[in-house]
């Protein structure tokens, strides 16, 4: 069974930057895909970003693209989002999630993501 914690949240202002972390076990191979999504209170929750473990592929929607870096750190496998120029319309709930089967196309539908973590909140204030 996957585990995965989220960490790195808080409130900045808009321009700043914020790097969140994902501390994941449980996994059973490398052949994972890690995404990173988010919810805005009264919307439906969206991909911001996702990661090919096996691979190294990445994926960003376009309003974070040249933004935001998702990596990883393979020898603990905590996922990372390094968040710059950030905008108050990126104010959200923050999830970590994984799909044992690798990343689907499209990859950013959240039903075809099997675990998911508690979440992480980031405040952008104007």
């Known amino acids: 069974q996957v585990q995965l914690v989220e960490s790195g949240g808080g409130s900045v202002p808009a321009g700043g930057s914020l790097r969140l972390s994902c501390a994941g076990s449980?996994?059973?191979?490398?052949?994972?895909?890690m995404g990173w999504f988010r919810q805005a209170p009264g919307k439906e929750r969206e991909g911001v970003a996702a990661l090919s473990v096996s691979r190294g592929y990445t994926y960003y929607s376009d309003s974070v693209k040249d933004r935001f870096t998702i990596s990883r750190d393979n020898s603990d496998k905590t996922l990372y989002l390094e968040m710059r120029s950030l905008k108050t319309e990126d104010t959200a709930m923050y999830y970590c999630a994984a799909d044992p089967g690798g990343c689907p196309v499209p990859w950013d539908q959240p039903s075809v993501f099997d675990y998911w973590g508690q979440g992480t909140q980031v405040t952008v204030s104007s």
């Open positions: 449980g996994y059973r191979n490398n052949r994972y895909c």
